[in-house]
């Protein structure tokens, strides 16, 4: 009896017109119902496993068209350079100036990270420490950690500063600079300012500016919700027309 052979050509051609495939969708392709099948034709085609949706999609190193991070996405599914979730994330957290929290890299790699962020650190891949409330991710060996936990702790001690290592001046020399400039704003503006700031920052921005211009934390969410909702006075006003109690008629004496 004659074995059955399959080509590979057929899964480049079909990879070539969808760009990303389940292995079912594969196994169609190829005409066989084992799985075994499937890769022992893919691996010389040089094929990639996505990261993200359980690793259920793969597409061919030719077709990939990484970024500058290493990543590339089809339809809403993510594949990266370095493979796995677990490899990448380790690459990310490690390579990262200021460590990562998790919803940062969560935001980076389009999927969630907890459970490879968890594996990392018990596997001793990653370090973990608290800073301002949340885990910071940092790399495991003592020096880089070092060193990505003192640029985070700068950047939280000025937080306005995009790039903290790209300064021109020294974060204590900036942080005289924004609160003099803080100080001059009415009592709206610096509500707003805060409240923009809040915006950028994200996740903790409150609570971060609220710490850095001793204000409420309430009074920075105000700020930004009056953003959002553009609920702001006019120029040298500092409540929206209208605002505040109703003006009572005064009466002429008969």
């Not at 893919?42 to 690793?55: A, D, I, Q, V």
């Amino acid at each position: 009896m004659r074995l059955s052979t399959f080509d590979s050509k057929l899964l480049r051609q079909y990879l070539q017109r969808h760009r990303i495939a389940t292995i079912d969708e594969l196994k169609g392709a190829l005409g066989s119902s084992a799985d075994l099948t499937v890769f022992r034709k893919l691996k010389p085609l040089g094929y990639r496993t996505s990261y993200t949706h359980r690793g259920r999609y793969y597409t061919l190193d030719a077709i990939a068209r990484f970024d500058d991070d290493g990543l590339w996405s089809n339809e809403g599914v993510w594949f990266s350079r370095r493979g796995t979730l677990l490899a990448t994330a380790e690459h990310f957290v490690t390579h990262a100036p200021q460590g990562c929290f998790a919803h940062e890299l969560a935001d980076t790699l389009h999927v969630e990270v907890q459970d490879a962020l968890h594996q990392l650190v018990q596997t001793e891949r990653l370090r973990r420490t608290e800073a301002g409330g949340l885990y910071l991710y940092t790399a495991p060996d003592p020096s880089t950690h070092r060193l990505q936990l003192s640029s985070r702790r700068m950047a939280r001690t000025v937080p306005l500063a995009a790039n903290v290592g790209a300064l021109q001046v020294s974060p204590d020399e900036l942080q005289s600079a924004i609160v003099l400039f803080y100080s001059l704003l009415d009592e709206q503006q610096r509500r707003l300012f805060a409240g923009l700031e809040s915006i950028r920052l994200g996740h903790g921005g409150d609570t971060l500016l609220a710490d850095f211009l001793g204000l409420d934390s309430h009074t920075v969410a105000r700020g930004r919700q009056q953003l959002l909702d553009r609920d702001i006075a006019g120029p040298g006003r500092t409540r929206r027309k209208g605002g505040g109690r109703n003006a009572t008629e005064k009466k002429r004496p008969e």
